[in-house]
């Protein structure tokens, strides 16, 4: 009989900047399970310094490092030097080394936990797919950020052999959170796939979200993680200077820093963001 399949967060910390967000959601992710977190939930950071993350190895059970060298990065990175191919390959690594068994939850270092995630990782085993929040149509993107290069219409083979369209009409999905089971890690190989053929036709920022979004949104069983996550990609500056406040305060030692962390926080801010995205909606219908 097969064991249950291990439950995986992982990370990709390189630098500082980095290190110090991925302690901060590291924390808060303890401290929505009040110190609790259940025995089957892993979290693997990938970084080029172990040794940053000493002090959460040994407050922390549940946790290990990667050493990400500078051949392999280079590798991840491919021929482009396109360093947001570190998340698919990231993730298609540490499904490998469970040979499969484990569903993984890739998490951009500025995320908080704002919930538990049991339900997510339940949703994974049953097969589903997450991204963290669907956001825009490719129409409107390429209108407000120029996307035309990588968002023209198109269709591309897969390696599977069926044809996978792209066109006005498809969503964004952002990519904060990345959620996929080891059953279905053959898509993985598919996101590479779309994404080296994207960043051949010329590397763009996006280009990763993009793939995520229509491979995911194409299988029909793609839901968000908002709820559970909160991703403060639009308000770094601000978090970072809280948490470096938090680490000097707390001696850079890990146990005082988790006890300075209140993921709540962020909850009433998603609850205003619900607000005025509402707000927006309404307000719409009467200046068309």
Not at 153 to 181: C, E, F, K, L
């Amino acid at each position: 009989m097969m064991n249950a399949a291990k439950n995986l967060i992982l990370y990709q910390a390189n630098g500082m900047r980095y290190i110090n967000q991925a302690w901060y959601s590291i924390a808060s992710l303890i401290n929505v399970y009040q110190g609790k977190v259940p025995d089957n939930i892993h979290v693997i950071v990938y970084t080029d310094d172990v040794s940053a993350f000493d002090g959460i190895k040994n407050a922390f059970g549940n946790f290990e490092c990667v050493l990400l060298t500078k051949a392999q990065s280079l590798e991840w990175a491919g021929p482009a030097n396109y360093i947001f191919r570190f998340k698919p390959k990231l993730i298609e690594d540490a499904l490998n080394r469970y040979n499969g068994n484990a569903n993984a939850l890739y998490l951009d270092t500025d995320t908080a936990f704002i919930k538990k995630v049991d339900n997510l990782f339940k949703s994974l085993t049953a097969g589903n797919l997450i991204l963290h929040a669907k956001e825009w149509v490719l129409s409107h993107g390429m209108k407000q950020w120029g996307l035309v290069v990588i968002a023209e219409p198109r269709s591309v083979r897969m390696i599977n052999g069926q044809d996978i369209h792209i066109n006005d009409d498809t969503y964004m999905w952002n990519a904060g959170a990345v959620g996929i089971s080891g059953k279905n890690g053959i898509l993985v190989k598919e996101v590479l796939n779309l994404l080296d053929i994207l960043i051949d036709d010329g590397p763009h920022y996006l280009s990763e979200q993009l793939t995520w979004s229509v491979m995911f949104s194409g299988r029909g069983n793609l839901q968000d993680a908002k709820n559970q996550i909160y991703h403060y990609w639009d308000n770094k500056e601000e978090l970072d200077a809280h948490i470096s406040d938090l680490l000097e305060k707390s001696g850079h030692d890990f146990r005082n820093f988790l006890r300075s962390v209140n993921p709540f926080m962020f909850i009433e801010t998603t609850v205003m963001q619900k607000v005025v995205t509402k707000f927006k909606s309404v307000m719409s219908r009467f200046t068309k």
